[in-house]
């Protein structure tokens, strides 16, 4: 017997009646059985549609004809039910292998109702919820777009918010993507102060307004899952209170705790809201369900709470838009709660590469300083790039630049050893040479991998002279008075932490005028160009900004220093950058006293005439009795002990400097005599008389040395 199924899918325009899926091109479920007035809009369309000529038959389209010309369709009947040919006796019955694009037929106690409601397209006015079957108001999209927006809006919120790397970029991001697609105007409260990781917060919970935002003027809201609307000019009452205690036990203490996020109307938010917006709260909040009030929540704790409102003339809130509000704040406040995080760990770098970097350069005779660091990035604020200017005996400076490989917390930490062992050795006055030689071996100790580049000078300005010594480190560059730039010859050497190298110095002129540039190789060194490359064009940056100042008058340092980081362009900072610029002033011949005196009981006496003369010569006769009395303090604390001539030198400058040099290596203390002390006083006198004073240990004795200021 042959059987014939039938199907009470209507054929699709554009399928012809070969295609074995025939009707089922286009259908997007099932039909389910039930009563007939439950069937799914998409069933009951195609009927629709066929009876009113919305769908569009084409020539030549099989199921279009039947449609028409078929006398066999009866009053009632799916024209369907005829269109189908027979299937032979050695046919497989459809129930027995079905196909896998052709759904369930439905029964046939469910025919099409030719009586029945005519049926409208989902969205048009009137439709018919297909969840629940209720009717939806005119003008409103549908719930299921609406669900469909509402993700996507929650998608291109989060993105929003989540570009955000500090604290106020967080909190715009979630104020910018809120108003007004989502609402009309939002409070932002935040803890105060934001407690930071597992830091418990001592004290009561106290909640400061961050940031508000709201609709001021007419916005298009297309695109988004809410309605356009055209507020009113008036604006949304203004919110009096500024911070807010939440009381332990109190209602917004309870909402907080809760976590979720609640409607403004609900009873645990009644109380809540009047507790953080101050008694005037009912002239901010709208009635009903216009306001949602939701906790921010971090990792470990509340942060802060979001207050969502909309205008009385807008949509209310639906139950929905706290499952949108809940994002929104999980985002947020997972948001904030890493940038504080972030801002600590870069407070953190920062206040450490403060630490290992001089604050301010000494005030050095016969030379200015001037000097610039800058970070690798601004995510990346340490590094182990260093500079510093280290005061010497005899008037001397050592001018020291370094780089560590790396711009990490790891390369800051061995920069700062590494920079504390230099200062100590140049406290010992060794030579430059000998400096570097420490320094090797103090970054073999620190690790097999520790390796930096060092330049070590020291500047003499009495003789006018630099001995310089290099570990891999770029060459230094000198400006001229004249406007020459000369990349000065040093022997390059082998890194520090390499071990087993020797290194050498060289002796070379410190003409007065003359301006000497010490930098680590991010200056000059990139991705874009080579290290000599670099090089060359610092040279010719220099040169060129000579000129603007003339031949007879050097740049000014801090001037010149910006002008040298703007050769950098926009793709140069590949690493962290020192600069230090030390223009040699020295000190003229003229303003030098030098003597030797022998470790005898006259020396005191002989000190005291011949530094008399010197003043009488520069005409500082006002300052004899100060220096008189304090050279014959030190001298003769230096000839009690001494084997060797003692030196005494003056120098004139802008202060009146004495130094005291013997080969004793102890060095004297100020200490308080007592009254029956027959010595122990000549220090006393020093520091009460003399502007500064000093003692520095040298490496074959110590030189005690005093200023006066000039009258």
């Not at 704790?301 to 209310?316: K, Q």
């Not at 001494?642 to 290596?665: F, G, S």
Request: proline residues 9%; hydrophobic residues 40%; aromatic residues 4%.
């Amino acid at each position: 017997m042959t059987e014939h199924p039938t199907s009470h899918e209507r054929p699709q325009s554009g399928a012809g009646p070969a295609d074995p899926r025939g009707a089922l091109l286009r259908t997007q479920e099932p039909l389910r059985a039930g009563p007939a007035a439950a069937l799914p809009a998409q069933a009951r369309m195609g009927d629709a549609q066929a009876r009113t000529g919305d769908t569009a038959a084409r020539p030549g389209d099989a199921s279009a004809e039947q449609d028409t010309s078929d006398p066999c369709v009866k009053d009632g009947e799916s024209p369907s039910e005829h269109s189908q040919p027979a299937l032979s006796e050695h046919s497989q019955p459809a129930a027995t292998e079905p196909d896998p694009h052709r759904p369930r037929p439905a029964p046939e106690a469910i025919p099409a109702q030719p009586g029945g409601e005519p049926e409208r397209p989902v969205g048009t006015l009137g439709a018919l919820e297909r969840r629940s079957g209720q009717g939806v108001a005119p003008g409103a999209p549908m719930p299921m777009r609406r669900d469909g927006d509402r993700l996507r809006f929650v998608g291109a919120a989060t993105r929003r918010i989540a570009r955000g790397i500090d604290l106020d970029e967080i909190v715009m991001g979630l104020c910018r993507a809120t108003v007004p697609t989502f609402s009309d105007a939002i409070l932002v409260y935040l803890r105060e102060p934001l407690p930071v990781g597992d830091e418990r917060p001592t004290g009561p919970m106290v909640l400061r307004l961050r940031r508000t935002d709201r609709v001021l003027e007419e916005r298009d809201t297309e695109g988004g899952f809410m309605p356009a609307f055209q507020p009113e000019p008036a604006d949304l009452a203004v919110v009096t209170a500024e911070i807010c205690e939440v009381r332990p036990g109190g209602a917004l203490a309870e909402v907080l705790r809760g976590v979720r996020p609640v409607f403004a109307d609900a009873p645990a938010a009644h109380d809540a809201l009047p507790e953080l917006l101050g008694p005037e709260s009912e002239l901010t909040v709208p009635p009903g369900q216009r306001a949602i009030l939701a906790p921010l929540r971090g990792r470990r704790r509340v942060i802060g709470a979001a207050l969502f409102l909309r205008r009385p003339e807008r949509m209310a809130f639906e139950q929905d838009d706290l499952l949108v509000a809940a994002q929104l704040a999980t985002h947020s406040a997972l948001g904030i709660d890493k940038a504080v995080l972030y801002g600590r760990e870069a407070y953190i770098a920062d206040e450490l590469q403060r630490t290992m970097l001089p604050e301010a350069l000494p005030r050095c005779t016969g030379v200015r300083l001037a000097h610039r660091y800058l970070p690798a990035a601004e995510t990346a604020r340490v590094g182990g790039d260093w500079y510093d200017a280290i005061p010497l005996p005899g008037s001397r400076v050592a001018l020291v630049v370094g780089d560590v490989m790396g711009h990490s917390m790891t390369s800051a930490a061995i920069m700062g050893q590494l920079r504390t062992t230099a200062q100590t050795l140049a406290g010992l006055d060794l030579p430059p040479q000998e400096v570097l030689h420490h320094l090797d071996e103090q970054a073999q100790r620190l690790g097999t991998d520790r390796m930096a580049t060092c330049l070590y000078a020291v500047y003499d300005p009495v003789s006018h002279r630099i001995t310089i010594a290099n570990a891999g480190h770029p060459p230094p560059v000198l400006l001229h008075l004249g406007g020459r730039a000369e990349v000065l010859r040093v022997p390059p050497g082998a890194p520090i932490g390499v071990g087993g190298v020797d290194f050498e110095a060289v002796e070379l002129d410190a003409p007065a005028g003359g301006t000497l540039l010490l930098y680590t190789d991010g200056l000059v060194e990139s991705r874009l160009r080579d290290v000599w490359t670099g090089i060359e064009q610092l040279r010719e940056k220099l040169a060129a900004t000579a000129q603007l100042t003339g031949p007879d008058h050097p740049p000014p340092l801090e001037a010149l220093c910006d002008e040298v980081l703007d050769m950098l362009g926009p793709g140069d900072r590949d690493d962290d950058i020192a600069l230090l610029a030390a223009r040699f002033d020295g000190i003229a011949p003229s303003d030098v006293a030098y003597w030797f005196l022998e470790p005898e009981e006259m020396a005191p006496g002989r000190a005291r005439r011949l530094a008399r003369h010197a003043l009488s010569r520069w005409g500082l006769e006002e300052l004899s009795d100060s220096v008189e009395l304090l050279i014959s303090e030190v001298v003769t604390n230096a000839v009690r002990y001494a084997t060797r001539p003692v030196t005494l030198r003056l120098l004139r400058t802008d202060v009146l400097r004495c130094e005291v040099t013997d080969d004793v290596p102890q060095l004297p203390r100020l200490r308080q005599a007592r009254a029956t002390d027959e010595g122990g006083r000549g220090l006393y006198l020093v520091n009460k008389l003399a502007k500064r004073w000093g003692a520095t240990r040298l490496s074959a004795g110590k030189v005690v040395w005093f200023e006066l200021n000039q009258a």
